[in-house]
């Protein structure tokens, strides 16, 4: 089945610094979904991407749709101590009778203040 | 809303024993998912329903079973729980043809199967 490949596994950083994440997979997907998850909670949307290319923005975060539709990068700017969580990446081809996100394996990420 | 809402929050199993998981929401939404989280895996498809009355098999169905109850409702039961089934489950729903909104998950229910 497909995959998503997603790095880095964990993110050690200091209050004020930004960060980049990134997601690849061996095939397309027509929709890219950044998703947060905050301990003891479920994920929740972060940005949703449904054009090749295409660049969005969400207060101090950015994603983009790779041209090759294979790969989406997150970049959270003046990172924060609420930012620490885990952030997945999810594809999707939707349509038809099936249309489920493919997970990436997550990010941890850790801010000291 | 509520919007998708998971009962227990917390269980611990003994071996063998079956239990339900309830998931219910209230957006109105086509379709509902069932996953599990496992340290390091991310998250894993076990069981979706793409409608009322359709159910169909994800990545790791193996143990389980589920059930749509209606629009709203859709439970995961496991029949003879196995420590190999401790983890975090979420349930998430979405509306068919459209994501716009994503899917829209549950705060999860933790499992410990002893």
């Known amino acids: 089945g497909q995959q998503l490949n997603q790095s880095p596994q964990s993110m050690f950083i200091q209050e004020g610094e930004d960060v980049s994440m990134n997601c690849t997979s061996s095939?397309?997907?027509?929709?890219w979904l950044w998703y947060k998850q905050d301990p003891g909670e479920g994920p929740v949307l972060l940005i949703a991407l449904y054009k090749a290319g295409e660049l969005t923005s969400n207060g101090r975060l950015t994603a983009q749709f790779g041209i090759t539709r294979k790969d989406s990068f997150l970049n959270i700017s003046a990172s924060i101590p609420s930012d620490v969580g885990i952030y997945f990446c999810?594809?999707?081809?939707?349509?038809?009778?099936?249309?489920?996100?493919?997970f990436g394996k997550g990010t941890k990420l850790s801010v000291k203040p | 809303n509520a919007g998708v809402t998971q009962t227990p929050k917390f269980q611990v199993l003994k071996t063998g024993q079956s239990m339900t998981l309830q998931c219910a929401q209230d957006m109105n939404h086509n379709s509902m998912y069932w996953y599990r989280q496992d340290p390091g895996m991310g998250l894993r498809l076990i069981y979706y329903s793409a409608s009322e009355g359709t159910t169909d098999k994800g990545e790791v169905p193996n143990g389980y079973n589920v059930s749509r109850l209606n629009k709203r409702e859709f439970s995961l039961r496991l029949e003879s729980a196995a420590p190999s089934q401790t983890s975090v489950y979420f349930c998430?729903?979405?509306?068919?043809?459209?994501?716009?909104?994503?899917?829209?998950f549950g705060s999860g229910t933790r499992l410990t199967v002893v």
């Open positions: 999810a594809g999707m081809n939707y349509g038809g009778s099936q249309g489920n996100l493919i």
């Open positions: 095939s397309i997907f027509n929709t």
């Open positions: 998430a729903s979405s509306q068919r043809g459209t994501i716009k909104d994503g899917y829209t």
